[in-house]
């Protein structure tokens, strides 16, 4: 079966049924659209040939060559294709589904809005990608490397504890429920992103932007975010035992149901600062600036405030058995109005 055979069943609209295609040179050729089912092309040379909008069904792609290849919309469904070479490849559009791709060259490719659905990615390249908003579901991607990549991508239960992020920015990238423990991010930029209920615990933030972004339910446990700047952050029910934010910027940012016991916010700027119900036994918060701050309901047992700056900061009804202060001024202990909303509800509670 020859490739200018197989052009002609393309675009006579046949379709490509059980061939053995091994090593053959489709360098440049046009197959768009064209329907392969269980098909070979392992070690084929495919490098700028027009695949756009074709389907690969049970197919074989062991060490192609796909170089500067057009693969926009194209679908990929249960294919096999270890060792695949796509660097600059155009793949803006494109699904992946329950394929092996361990050790793919994607370096350089236009990912544009690929999408990968259950696929193998373990020592996969992503170096110098570009993206549009990349979508990653249940996949592996043990030593994937994304390095120097602006990403914009969603990453749910992803594994990504041993992928490589050097030299990346994030931008609205999602993180939900993923696996990230023991990654160095010192220095990166993140902007609006999302860290739900992921396990961030060892990771290495220091010096970090981490601008608008949700850590919910995120375990940052032996984490380190000294002097991160993260403005309007969202960290309710955070688990952060211990971590230190030392010399951090976490202006107007939400701590609400938060677990900080120990942490170290000394030289912490919390300005506008929410934590609710946030437990904060034996943290430091000295020498941080926490001009209306609210500590509601906290506990504050054994907390330190030595040098802290207050300004109609609130403790309504906190919890401060053995807190250290060394001034309280500027301290609210109570609420007038809060507790007057709490004594009219109690009133109307009552039968």
């Known amino acids: 079966m020859t490739p200018t055979r197989i052009q002609a069943m393309v675009q006579h609209g046949d379709e490509v049924r059980e061939k053995n295609l091994k090593g053959l040179d489709f360098h440049g050729f046009d197959l768009?659209?064209?329907?392969?089912?269980?098909?070979?092309?392992?070690?084929?040379?495919?490098?700028?040939?027009?695949?756009e909008g074709s389907v690969f069904n049970q197919c074989r792609f062991a060490d192609a060559d796909l170089a500067s290849a057009v693969l926009v919309e194209c679908v990929f469904s249960r294919c096999e294709a270890p060792g695949a070479r796509m660097p600059g490849a155009t793949l803006d559009g494109v699904m992946f589904e329950s394929c092996n791709l361990a050790g793919v060259d994607f370096s350089g490719a236009d990912l544009g809005h690929a999408s990968f659905d259950n696929d193998v990615l373990d020592d996969a390249s992503f170096a110098d990608v570009r993206l549009e908003k990349l979508s990653v579901y249940s996949c592996t991607l043990l030593r994937a490397d994304f390095s120097r990549v602006q990403v914009r991508a969603t990453f749910y239960r992803t594994d990504l504890r041993s992928a490589v992020f050097a030299g990346c920015s994030y931008d609205k990238t999602i993180f939900i429920e993923s696996?990230?423990?023991?990654?160095?991010?010192?220095?990166?930029?993140?902007?609006?992103?999302?860290?739900?209920?992921?396990?961030?615990?060892?990771?290495?933030?220091?010096?970090?932007?981490l601008a608008r972004c949700n850590f919910k339910g995120a375990l940052l446990e032996g984490g380190n975010l000294r002097r991160v700047r993260a403005p309007q952050c969202l960290f309710p029910q955070v688990r952060m035992k211990g971590v230190a934010c030392t010399g951090g910027v976490f202006t107007q940012s939400i701590w609400i149901d938060a677990d900080l016991e120990g942490v170290d916010f000394t030289g912490a700027d919390l300005e506008q600062c929410v934590f609710h119900r946030?437990?904060?036994g034996a943290a430091s918060f000295g020498e941080s600036t926490l001009t209306y701050a609210d500590f509601s309901y906290a506990d504050l047992h054994d907390a330190d405030f030595g040098g802290a700056t207050f300004m109609r900061t609130k403790m309504h009804r906190a919890l401060t058995e053995g807190t250290r202060f060394s001034d309280r001024g500027g301290l609210l202990p109570n609420d007038p109005d809060l507790f007057a909303a709490e004594e009219f509800s109690a009133r109307r509670a009552r039968p």
Do not use: M, P, V, W
């Open 32 to 51: 768009s659209g064209g329907i392969f089912s269980s098909c070979d092309f392992s070690g084929a040379d495919l490098s700028g040939a027009k695949l």
């Open 179 to 209: 696996k990230l423990a023991g990654q160095a991010f010192r220095g990166q930029s993140f902007e609006n992103c999302q860290f739900t209920d992921a396990d961030l615990s060892d990771c290495d933030f220091e010096g970090a932007t």
């Open 278 to 280: 946030a437990r904060c």
